[in-house]
Structures are given as structure tokens and as C-alpha cells.
């Protein structure tokens, strides 16, 4: 007997994720003894927070201790940072976990979810996985349209997910969008809002601070926020959410309970007092990302204005195309297939060092028939 046979039906319409290529693999496939360049996974071209890698290195000794199953301290921590009750967050092994928590929470079979069509593809991923139908509405100049978003809202509806910045488009929502968004959805619709590239967009006069403006108002609304990012630690999966105390203890009831590691609580606790980096990280992703745009412009790519720590870029072959050939030079970028994209591509923003490799690859890459 086939073992899909044996399978929940909703799994068999999951397609895996698919991560940017990783460096190792590069190397492993095409033998190069050179530096790879790995602009496909959005990751701080500074590196780690210098205080987090040497808490790492302070707390390695005790990995032999299971970790506090609610990550206590970073929680507290992460309260006090963002001026609400320890009540009010969580802690994810990444963003990525509380996108399933709150799947798991609120998604029986049939219910539906609001999402936009080129949204973050984990949304739909984890939310098929419940079994649940997926409502996908297209974007305006590819930025979710909250308007068309809200007005999908059936009796049916349990979830919606908006990215903002979004990945893979690097747009973003205004503060008016959301308010009106937040004010016109009901209150039995859970609303997750995805911040995973919050700090690149804080600065923009109509990016909201969504915790302080929406989350006392809207007992609805999930905030998702990350570690990976702007305080580089992909690597040890932080993630968080806060919310009104009554949905995190749900989301808290049925986490894994240990779900986030020793060594991974403790250096986002420090990495969180590492403000100068991040000041550092936001800055030069800004300045870069200047360059990393003008450089594709002028190689006849049509570049999306980002809000985040990546270009959403239209390429001038198709993305898998351009994707292969520049793996021959070193430089990994990410195609977009898995949203149907065949003519776009995702290009993380990197070091000088990094964008430049990735210039020298397309030169010789678009040279090539
Ligand atoms: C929009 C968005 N949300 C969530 C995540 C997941 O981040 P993590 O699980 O590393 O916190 C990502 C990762 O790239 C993302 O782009």
C-alpha cells in the first residue's frame, strides 16, 4: 500500500519550502574552492550582534540543561522592550514557529484564510497543512491590497496574514492601510501581522509602530517579529510574537515545550541590548541596497522599491536562468518559482564585497548565449 494513501489528504497539496541555496551545497556541487556569495536568504551582511556571539560562547557549557520551556528572561526582556506585559509575548523557534502556532490554534479543516498572492509563501504552506482553504487575493503594484483583503472576509474566515515589509516584494503597508484594515476586520478574524523586517522600514514616516498604535486597540491582532534579521541570528531561530495576553496563552498551550534552545534564549536577550548594531545593520543595508539597485538597473533588471533587507527584481532572462548561471561564478540569489514567478528574482542586499562578486557574475552571465 502506497503510504500517501495513508497520509491526511491536506498534506498532499503542501509543496516543502524551499530555502536559498545554502553556501556548502554550492560548494559541495560545483567543486569551487573560491568564495561563495550567498545573497539568497536575507541575512545580516554585518554577521551575528558581537554581544550575542559571545554570550553564546559564555553559555556553551551549560547546553547540557534542558532550557526554560517559555524562554522567561527573553521574554520578560522583550516585554519590557516593547512596553507591553511578559503575558503579551511569545517565543518562537524563529517567526517561523508562531506562523504554525497560529495556524494550529485557529485553523480547523475548511475554515478560511486571507492572504495575498505574493505574500510570504509559509502562510499558505502552514495554513494548507491545517487543511484549511486559502484565499488569495491579488496584489496593487505588488503590495498587499488590504481594501479587496478585508472585503474577503466571510463567516468562514478565522485567519488573515499580512507581511509588512513583504517577502518576497519588499513593499509595505502604511499606517492609514492598516488602521483601516484593522478597524474593518471582525474580531473573530485573527490578523497576523508579519513584521520579520520591521527595523529597515521603522524609520519611514508612515511605517507604523504597530505595538505601540494597534496592539492595545485590537485583541485580534498578532505582531510577528524576528531575530534573524536585523540582529543576525538566522542561525539559532529567535522569533516572537506579542499579542493580547489571552491569544498568546493559547498559542503558549500548545508550543513545543522546549521549543527554543539554551544557548539561542540567551544570546537574543543580548543581542536585544545590542542596539549599535542594529543602528549598523539598518544603515548599511540602506546604503547598500542603494547600490545593489542602481548596479541591477543598469544591467537591465527592473527593480521594486524595498522597504526591506532585499530586491524584488524583474530580470531580463527568467529567474531560474539567471539563478543557474550565477551559481557558476559563486554568487547564489533566490528564484521565485514556488509563487509562480519564473521572471523574477529575490537578491539579498550584501556586503560591497558580495554585490560586486554578483555585478562580475551577471557581466559575464548575461555575455554568455
Ligand atoms: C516575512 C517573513 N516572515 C517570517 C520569516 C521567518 O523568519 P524566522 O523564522 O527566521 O524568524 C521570514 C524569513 O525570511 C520572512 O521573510
Same mark, same amino acid.
Do not use: F, M, Y
Given at each position: 500500500m502506497a503510504i500517501e494513501t495513508l497520509t491526511r489528504p491536506c498534506l498532499r497539496q503542501v509543496t516543502p519550502y524551499l530555502p536559498g541555496k545554502p553556501i556548502g551545497e554550492v560548494r559541495r556541487e560545483l567543486g569551487l574552492r573560491k568564495k561563495v556569495y550567498k545573497l539568497a536568504s536575507n541575512e545580516n551582511p554585518l554577521g551575528a550582534a558581537p554581544r550575542a556571539v559571545r554570550e553564546l560562547r559564555r553559555c556553551a557549557a551549560e547546553s547540557y540543561f534542558y532550557p526554560e520551556g517559555a524562554s522567561p528572561l527573553l521574554r520578560d526582556a522583550l516585554a519590557k522592550h *516593547?512596553? @507591553?506585559? /511578559? #503575558? $503579551?509575548v511569545i517565543i518562537g523557534n524563529g517567526s517561523d514557529e508562531i506562523i504554525r502556532l497560529l495556524c494550529e490554534a485557529f485553523l480547523s479543516p475548511d475554515d478560511e484564510v486571507v492572504v495575498s498572492q505574493y505574500g510570504f509563501i509559509r502562510f499558505r $504552506? $502552514? !495554513?494548507l497543512l491545517m487543511g484549511a482553504k486559502v484565499i488569495e487575493i491579488p496584489m496593487t503594484d505588488w503590495t498587499h491590497d488590504l481594501k479587496t483583503m478585508a472585503r474577503a472576509v466571510s463567516a468562514r474566515t478565522k485567519l488573515m496574514f499580512i507581511a509588512s515589509p513583504n517577502n518576497p516584494t519588499g513593499t509595505y503597508n502604511t499606517r492609514e492601510e *492598516?488602521? &483601516?484594515l *484593522? &478597524? #474593518?476586520v471582525? #474580531?473573530? @478574524?485573527v490578523v497576523g *501581522?508579519? &513584521?520579520a523586517y520591521f527595523h529597515f =522600514? !521603522? =524609520?519611514d514616516d508612515d511605517y507604523p509602530n504597530s505595538v505601540r498604535e494597534f496592539l492595545p486597540k485590537y485583541s485580534n491582532l498578532a505582531i510577528l517579529r524576528t531575530f534573524s534579521k536585523a540582529y543576525g541570528l538566522a542561525g539559532l531561530r529567535v522569533g516572537y510574537a506579542a499579542a493580547d495576553s489571552e491569544l498568546i496563552g493559547w498559542l503558549d498551550r500548545i508550543r513545543m515545550p522546549f521549543n527554543v534552545s539554551l544557548p539561542a534564549q540567551r544570546a537574543a536577550a543580548e543581542a536585544l541590548k545590542d542596539s549599535a548594531f542594529v +543602528? +549598523? /545593520?539598518v544603515a548599511l543595508v540602506k546604503k547598500n541596497r542603494n547600490q545593489l539597485a542602481q548596479g541591477l538597473r543598469d544591467r537591465d533588471f527592473r527593480v521594486i522599491d524595498s522597504a526591506a533587507n532585499f530586491l524584488f527584481v524583474e530580470s531580463p532572462g527568467t529567474g531560474w536562468d539567471i539563478f543557474s548561471r550565477l551559481l557558476g561564478f559563486g554568487v547564489i540569489v533566490r528564484p521565485l518559482d514556488e509563487y509562480g514567478l519564473t521572471r523574477h528574482l529575490r537578491i539579498s542586499v550584501g556586503t560591497s564585497q558580495a554585490q560586486n562578486a554578483l555585478f562580475d557574475g551577471l557581466e559575464k552571465a548575461l555575455a554568455r548565449p
Open positions: *516593547l512596553g @507591553v506585559t /511578559s #503575558s $503579551q $504552506q $502552514q !495554513a *492598516l488602521k &483601516e *484593522l &478597524e #474593518s471582525p #474580531s473573530t @478574524v *501581522l508579519d &513584521e =522600514a !521603522a =524609520a +543602528r +549598523r /545593520s
